[in-house]
């Protein structure tokens, strides 16, 4: 097998440009009407810069969301937005921020998108005005200057992106999303265990899909075939590379699994020919879990973050493992029937290396303390549609007041609430709440997932399913003011359209 790999960085005017591709020459199957006959190596990011770069902030720092050209698709130039960040000679897009608990997150936001945006730190506990509220969206050339955060969550694994009401959709698919990683003593010691490294056995794997034209533009339609499902892209891209594989040696790795897709669930399994492999889950969106489950299957919801452990060492030096996605019963009927909804390869994992390696996946890795929900109250909350557009308890987002507080979700810091979420719709909605993490405890179609465990901020509610959450607002800070964060569908085309309402911490 040949295999060339290149990357190459040139400045074109104003903008900066990045072309980079991985090709190598191998068959297999995609979701994508593209050529399958290459396969593409995985970007795997790295300390050096570029694409996913994994940066430590060492002090306030710039993100600068703008147009870069990539070669995503081979020989094709792809016009996108990402965040760009320079600092010590290096220039990263869309960098990993890796952080510590306790640090102090210090960011601005320098906004050359073209149009008003503003950045939303997913998962994270935070002051609302640091928290990427869209009443705070900046106009094209503007700055927004975000208060130092005190870094109090879990490590884990979390997301940024931006969150302009009516155009988050738009600037996630054109590029504008990463990932931030937490870390903490619970992080260090399963690092230690299992001998992990960022960039080599600690991955990301940021799952999206577009859909591009004959000369690689992406375009986006959502209001296209695909309708009140949202827009789901034709092909389907990990760390922005089609096809992609990744080389392997036979020993534990963790893989950060993040649907940054506007709308597509993913239903992962490991295949070798037909046999499912099982893997652990150790995390979700707020952190490790008490201790791995083992599973053959995860559902992934967009703004899900799911940390899997995948022991090679189950199978043998020279097998292919395929990560693949399978239907689901998520989007109904209409959905279910849809060609959108079908089996697809999402990676390729080629077992190429022994080892000694001889780590075993410790049986604990965190602490999980239970909300109690002991004469919680519980607020039901309807997910519906009214006039095309989804609602919450038959509302929708105020378009003239970004700040309405009169959608009847206004607490005290400190009370807890059960949130028994029931969707009255025939398509699923993965909700998200900002400012705090949540416990599920009740799923109508049966039991909870492993991916329903641990401290969440995105959960799936299946078409006519109620799903109960439990929340307690402890903002972990002394509010000066009334707080404003968002209860919205994580589809992105559902919340643009309104399907988000504030709720309200004092
Ligand atoms: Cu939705």
């Known amino acids: 097998m040949t295999r060339r790999e290149f990357l190459k960085f040139a400045g074109i005017g104003a903008g900066i440009v990045y072309t980079g591709t991985w090709l190598s020459a191998c068959g297999g199957g995609s979701l994508s009407g593209l050529s399958t006959a290459v396969k593409n190596r995985l970007l795997v990011p790295s300390d050096q810069g570029g694409l996913l770069g994994y940066y430590r902030p060492t002090g306030r720092f710039t993100l600068t969301a703008q147009r870069a050209v990539f070669e995503i698709l081979p020989g094709k130039q792809t016009s996108v937005l990402t965040y760009t960040l320079e ?24 906004n050359r998108t073209g ?81 992990l490294s960022y960039g080599t056995t600690d991955v990301p794997l940021i799952i999206q899909d577009r859909t591009f034209d004959e000369n690689g533009s992406l375009i986006y339609n959502p209001m296209g075939m695909n309708g009140q499902m949202g827009f789901w892209g034709e092909t389907v891209l990990v760390n922005m590379t089609p096809n992609p594989y990744m080389d392997v040696e036979r020993r534990i790795y963790r ?25 652990h889950v150790i995390g979700v969106e707020g952190g490790l879990l008490e201790s791995p489950v083992q599973t053959k299957e995860i559902l992934v919801a967009p703004g899900e973050r799911i940390d899997i452990l995948v022991d090679f060492r189950l199978v043998n030096e020279g097998d292919i493992l395929r ?88 607490y005290a810091n400190g009370d807890r609430v059960i949130f028994k979420i029931t969707n009255n719709t025939g398509t699923y909605h993965p909700m998200h709440f900002h400012g705090f993490q949540f416990q599920v405890f009740g799923r109508s179609s049966g039991n909870l997932r492993p991916t329903d465990l641990g401290w969440k901020d995105t959960v799936i509610v299946g078409p006519h399913e109620t799903v109960e959450v439990v929340m307690d607002m402890s903002l972990g800070f002394t509010p000066a003011e009334t707080q404003y964060y968002l209860f919205h569908c994580h589809i992105l085309e559902h919340h643009d359209a309104g399907m988000m309402v504030n709720f309200t911490v004092t």
């Open 323 to 410: 990560l693949y996605s399978l239907q689901h019963n998520l989007v109904g009927m209409g959905g279910g029937m849809s060609s959108v909804n079908r089996e697809f390869e999402v990676l390729e994992f080629r077992v190429v290396k022994g080892s000694s390696y001889d780590r075993s996946i410790p049986a604990r890795l965190s602490t999980v303390n239970a909300i109690d929900t002991t004469g919680v109250p519980t607020e039901n909350v309807s997910l519906g549609m009214s006039g095309g557009v989804f609602t919450i308890n038959g509302q929708t987002w105020n378009e003239t007041d970004p700040l309405f507080t009169g959608y009847g979700f206004n």
């Open 87 to 110: 600092d010590a000679g290096k220039t990263y897009y869309n960098p990993i921020l890796v952080l510590r608990k306790g640090d102090v997150f210090s960011v601005d936001f320098d």
């Open 255 to 279: 893989f950060r699994v993040l649907n940054g897709s506007n709308a597509r669930p993913y239903r992962l399994v490991l295949l070798r020919g037909s046999d499912r492999i099982p893997f």
């Open 115 to 195: 149009e008003k945006s503003i950045i939303h730190w997913h998962g994270f506990r935070a002051p609302w005005r640091a928290d990427g509220h869209p009443s705070y969206a900046v106009a094209d050339g503007g700055v927004y200057n975000y208060p130092d955060v005190k870094i109090i969550d879990r490590s884990g694994t979390y997301f940024y992106h931006p969150h302009p009401h009516g155009r988050t959709g738009y600037q996630v698919y054109m590029g504008l999303a990463s990932m931030i990683i937490i870390e903490d003593t619970d992080e260090d010691n399963l690092k230690n265990a299992l001998d």
